[in-house]
Every structure is written in C-alpha cells, then in structure tokens.
C-alpha cells in the first residue's frame, strides 16, 4: 500500500522503488521530498521545502497555495493574477491548494490523484511513474473537461545554499518581468529591469547603471532581491529541456517537455527579496518552471493579446473539453563530477539521453523520452 503520513506540516502519500522515494502532498499536489539514489550511499533530495512549514504562522489573506508550497506542482492556470471574465482561480489555479483525492493505492512505484476544479467546471488527473533502476520520474496531468483557453504549467522549486547553475534548450529570445518602474513593491525588492528583452539568460538588463547587465545563470545571485524572466524556445523536433546543475552536491536535475505543449520556461528567482508574511526576508530559492502563459501575469494577461503570443509563441492552450487534454512530463537526475559545471545539451543517445556540459563533460543516463507522446 502506499504510505501515507504528515511530512513537513502536510499530509503526504509516499510511493517508492529500488531508486527513488517521492513524497506528494494531499493540499496542491506538490512532490516534496523526493530522494533520488536512495540505493546509493550518496543519497540526493533536490527539492525546496518552505521555511514555515511547520511554523504557526496566521496565512489569513495569503495565497491558498504558500501553506505546503515545495517540490514541484502543477498550475492551471498558471500565475497569479487569475480573474478572467467571469472566472475567478486563485494564484496557480485550484489544483495547487485544494485537496486532491487518492484514486490508486496498490502499487508502490505509481500514484493517481485526482481533482475536480469549480472555478471552470473540469477534472484534473494526476499521474506520477517510477521505473525500475531509473532515476527519474514519469508525469502525467489528464485534464478533462475545463474548457476554454487557460494558461498551464510545472513549477519544480530548488533551494538556495551551494552553487546552481541554470539552463535551458536554445531559446528566440528572453523577457524581463513586465512590471512597474522601480526598486520596490509591496515589500518586493526587484534588480531586473522591467519589460526588457534579452537574447541569453547571462547577459540580462539590470536597473543598476554602474551594473547594467547580469548573470541570471547562476544562482544564488543579487542577495535581497526577487525576480521573474522568461525564456521562449526555439523551434526544433524533439524535446525540449531544462537543467539545473549542482557540481559541488554532485548532481544535476533535467525536465524534458514537449515545447509545443510547454513552449517556455519561467525562472523564479528568490534571494531573500520578499518581506511579507511569512517570506519574511529569509527565504532562498529558484523556479525554473515550464510553462505556457505569458510571464507569472496569469489568466487574462496569457489568453488575451499580449507582446508574445502577436509573435506566434503559444502563451495559453486552448481546451476544447471533448478530450483529454495531456501535459507529459519528465524530470530527472543525474550524478556528475566536481568540474561538470552549466549544461549546454541534452540529446538522444541509445536507451537515453547524454548530457553534455559548457567544458566538455559528458553523461548519459537512462531514460524515455517516448512518454511525451511529442506532437
């Protein structure tokens, strides 16, 4: 059966094989703790967990989703801002803060969850796959129902502390957060400047003349602020992918995507940049998020008219309700040596992919790239 037991302040269902553990919790679905290489000596739990976890902390007023808020979750929609005619989710959409339903508990390797949504008539299932000996883990959102164009999305979350080095499948182009002018908001603090383009995400335009541009490759970075930029892909067969590399913990995580169903990646950076409850200017982490919507601006801003989608770049699907509506997704881990450094390429290679990185170090690891069903 699958284990079920209170795990950082939230219910969770654990499943589990010879590689890995993963722990999922009944409020939003997130997957944290998840313990890749289990069987190893060298065991790695990449994930954030939130410092308030357990904390009796009054969230009167806060966002549904920041109670359990780790790992990776689904979004749908994706973002905060999620009024839409006469619609009203909350940030993220109900799938990251209502309480899922356990529908499969026989095998320990599988989870099914499922979700019925209110805010737009659906039902969300959710599918998680663990294979024997791989590292890595087989996601499935099944969305049924739901009709009408949303914005949608994975938010896998890592925590500041050593060295990460982050990137992506070749990209068009980058955007800053389309925000305000100005340092400061609604105790945020902010270093990229806003709406602004770039072409790769170590040269992005700061608001600092002495310093106009920065590296928003490597994390942590600009202590005290909180930014979001995103990265459109370039259009290729294939997979695409996104990495981050942990040399010094001697790892790297990769989530592969299909880029017609998740044709960006948005990059959450947080160094202690947010002061209200319950960040409270002590919180370090990244997202680097696959997502289709425009930016974290939500609903609205994704499905109407907007600097992106005029340039043909998908920034909501539209769901027609007559079928299921797939979102596959893989991620996974990898060890790697001291000196591995940024990745610059994931291809195909015999029953997996190689990871090729900046100086030249290569692995490959075991994995299936034919569960994204690509389009």
Known sequence: MIISSVIAGQKSWTIVNNTISLSLTEMGGMMAPVTFFKDTDKPVNPFYINPWAEEKIDMTGQPGLLTPIRGDFFCLPF?????????????????????????????????ELQLKTKSRKGKIIKQIDLRPGENNIYICHK????????????????????????????????????????????????SLAPAEEFK?????????????????????????????????????????????????DGYLWFGLKDPKVLPSTLVWIENRGRHQTPWNGRNSCVGVEDVCSFLAHGLAASVEENDINRQG?????????????????????????????????IIPKGNGIEIKSENGEKVTTKVDPGFLNLQ
């Open 79 to 111: 973002g905060g801002n999620n009024s839409w005619k006469n619609e009203h989710h909350p940030p993220h959409g109900e799938v990251s803060e209502e309480k899922w339903q356990l529908t499969s508990g026989g095998d320990t390797s599988r989870i």
């Open 313 to 345: 770049i998908k920034t909501f699907q539209k769901l027609t309700g007559k079928e299921d509506f797939q979102v596959r997704y893989i991620q996974g881990l990898v060890k790697i040596p001291g000196n591995f450094g940024k990745v610059s390429e």
């Open 143 to 190: 969305i049924q129902g739901f009709t009408g164009p949303t914005s949608l999305g994975h938010h896998p979350i890592f925590p500041g502390g050593t060295k990460k080095y982050i990137s992506t499948s070749p990209i068009k182009f980058g955007i800053t957060d389309y925000r305000l002018p100005g340092p400061f908001r609604n105790g945020e603090y902010f």
């Open 200 to 248: 790769n995400l170590e040269k992005v335009p700061t608001i600092w003349k002495d310093e106009p541009y920065t590296d928003c490759s490597v994390f942590p970075a600009r202590d005290g602020f909180i930014d979001h930029l995103q990265l459109f892909n370039e259009e290729a067969p294939g997979f695409a992918w996104s990495a981050v590399s942990a040399p010094e």
